[in-house]
């Protein structure tokens, strides 16, 4: 297997970034930290707008008060893990054991869109000020990187479209601010920003990856040669490129993808992966054997084509996120396989199997319920502690009398679904090619993405 070398770890090529969500929200998130032994040192992706309390949010914890008093992010998440185990947030029959956080690779990406709403908004909606309060918050969020030795993180970019939230369609003040802005323009802007700090400060620690976008491959193109460019003027290379803007087929241009018959495989299960191998690819051929990482992009269904078109590492909330759909009425009927409309905590079927062979049919997301008492569990950590199915689906069903015995069940299913992400990295990295592994393990999944990497 390939590494990355970072200062004092490891990053083996692929890998699957897990993120960690604390501070963005409560339950299933704070659980995700107690657990975390369960994914070991798969690494992880952190929001630095969840994690700093001098902006705003509804999920603020006090936890974070102190952050910049810490070490190491890994310091920070250890002293986090204690805190919330003491507070009771862990299940009486779960016999935590000794973790050190130290061991993970972790990734800081901004969350800059949100801390551009409140900048806007702290300056009362006056772009002059906003222009000269962006230079400070981007050198801010590069310092708050290095003193807590991120190994990797993300330039401070604004993304490409944003999605409207709540109440935001309606702010009136803030969408006329918005339209003021060209995010081209401005990305270019914050990209020189980083450019001259990474020459003003040499013995920096993380490695920060260039954050890359275009609406369309031309422009995806014309952006990353921008980005070479720029390292060439300012005698400065970045230490790898963050794909940005591409982890949802419906909100890019589909010049991204239309040019694919999908009539021989399946629209459904496939299009979603068109669109960052592309980009991977494009970048991947234009900047040579450097990291790139596709932002949002480690959906299962991705991770073959991002890796043999270029991608060294991705990440996704959705394997642990599947797992939020668990309501009340859900826990009742857990043990009733007919299929219900009550909205169920969702586990991973697919994947590879315990004796390292890869399911023959699609690998999915189905209802608890739905999963076959009978079937065998895969063999990671969570699947050891659970033992069974029929254990998982009985810690989940006792949640009107034990919360945390359901909060447990859910980790199990949330970081079950992790680990097969990083299971299918591993397997992957011994095959040379698409078609390599494809014939390995020839399935309608693989001869579906052997199909598209053919006719990218
Ligand atoms: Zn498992």
Redo the contacts with the bound molecule.
Sequence with gaps: MNYLELNNKRLPIPSFFQVYNFGGGNGDKDREIVYAELTGDTPALVNYHYINNKFPHLFRSSLFNNVSSYNSVGDLYNFIRTRLIEKGEIYSGYKSSEFDFNTKVFLLDSGAFNIIKFLAYDVGYDILKFNERIVEEVISYYDFANSLKFDMVVCFDMGGKYTEKDGEKSNEMLNKFLSQIDSEEFNNRLLKITAKYLKEHPDYYPKILAAVHGETPAKYKENTRHILELEEQYGVQFGGFALGGIASYKQVDSSWYDDIDFSKIGKRDFIATVTPARACKIVRELVGNRPIHALGCGGYNNIPLNYYCGATSFDTASPVRRVGDGNLASTKIVFDPTPSRESFSKY?IG?IN?DGTLYSGFPKYIKLNEVPDKMN????????K?ENVYNIKKLYSMKENDTEANYYSRQ?IG???V??HR?LCELISRYNSMNDFSSEYENKFTLGLKYIYNNL
Excluded at 377 to 384: M, R, S
């Design positions: 991973f994947g315990s569990l895969c063999g990671c950590p969570a699947c050891k659970a199990l970081l079950h679904a680990y097969q299971k």
